[in-house]
């Protein structure tokens, strides 16, 4: 019998048609729901060898649900997998995989903030709609004469450093494991010299339980004034009170956060005309020198592709016995 996937939060209107695409070129079956998995939906995985996610809930509780169901491999369409709880996974004999998907779209996004947060442009483009043309309160500054940090320096953070390399800004970079090539671009440097030395900082590191809330008071203090925050990792990597009072102190220069604490249930719906759940967020929000998005950073047609194939690639990996990347647990 072939094999099959249950798609959860999968959307119909960008992802559908490369899971066809994909059940074609890989043989491999797919059911879907648009909705996250709930203890109401997991029975549609019934048969199926792996389930697909986005980051959502898949504690030991969730993993177990569908382990009863007969799903052998838990599959997230994500580059990120602190939402998974691995050891439970492991323990349950399931296997899990992440996907990989090209570092450049998300780079190249977070350059987008970098730049649009020192130029103001978020504001610059809310008043000009309004018709307030003047340049009080717009003043920029140069981002070439700016030093930049990144922390972490995996694919994406190394592409960052690539890419700015073009723009002539000064690099550092921070890692508990150095790269080459990020070391081609950047000068490593320990996190209390990044701190101290970089007008803009941006996370690229993955969550775990070593670096949350890295950005808390303390490694704010050590920031240079008005330095830039820019997020386009996971919100847990920062503590969200903490830098609302380095906003609010002026401190911080501004942030530019794709993502948020607590985002999950929030972001990818439409909530518009209902009262803000979030309260930090809804702080955040009243900031002018900090710029929102919703987790849209990986949002572009190819990586979209990606994260669907990679699924389909791993559930023919596991299933054939054959192993091209990422993790597993046996
Ligand atoms: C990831 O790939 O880890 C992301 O953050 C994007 C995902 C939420 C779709």
């Given at each position: 019998m072939g094999m099959k996937i249950c798609f959860y939060a999968l959307r119909e209107f960008d992802e559908l048609v490369f899971c066809e695409q994909m059940k074609e070129k890989y043989g491999i079956d797919f059911v879907y729901s648009t909705q996250y998995p709930t203890p109401e939906n997991i029975s549609l995985a019934s048969g199926c060898d792996g389930m697909s996610c986005t980051?959502?809930?898949?504690s030991a509780k969730v993993l177990k649900a569908f382990h009863d169901v007969g799903v052998k491999y838990i599959l997230t369409r994500s580059v990120g997998y602190d939402h998974v709880d691995l050891a439970a996974a492991r323990e349950l004999g399931m296997k899990v995989d992440n996907i990989v998907y090209t570092p450049t779209g998300v780079a190249d996004y977070a350059i987008m903030l970098m730049l649009a947060s020192v130029r103001r442009f978020a504001h610059i483009l809310k008043r000009t709609e309004l018709q307030d043309y003047s340049l009080k309160n717009k003043l920029g500054r140069d981002f070439s004469m700016c030093t930049v940090g990144v922390m972490g320096t995996g694919r994406i953070g190394t592409t960052v450093l690539q890419h700015l390399s073009g723009f002539g800004c000064r690099l550092l970079a921070y890692d508990v494991y150095e790269n080459d090539r990020a070391k081609k671009f950047a000068e490593y440097v320990d996190l209390d010299t990044l701190l101290s030395e970089a007008d803009i900082i941006s996370l690229h590191m993955n969550a775990n339980e070593a670096n949350h809330h890295i950005i808390n008071h303390d490694t704010i203090a050590k920031m240079k004034q008005g330095a830039y925050i820019i997020n386009t990792a996971r919100g847990k990597l920062i503590d969200s009170e903490a830098l609302i009072e380095g906003i609010e102190s002026g401190k911080l220069g501004g942030a530019a956060l794709d993502v948020v604490e607590f985002e999950n249930g929030l972001?990818?719906?439409?909530?518009?005309?209902e009262v803000m759940v979030n309260p930090k967020l809804a702080i955040l929000r009243s900031f002018p020198n900090v710029i929102l998005s919703p987790h849209t950073a990986f949002y572009t047609a190819e990586d979209v592709c990606e994260m669907v194939e990679g699924n389909f690639r791993s559930c023919y990996e596991f299933g054939t016995g054959k192993k091209l990347h990422g993790l597993e647990t046996k």
């Open positions: 980051p959502c809930d898949m972001y990818y719906y439409d909530h518009m005309g």
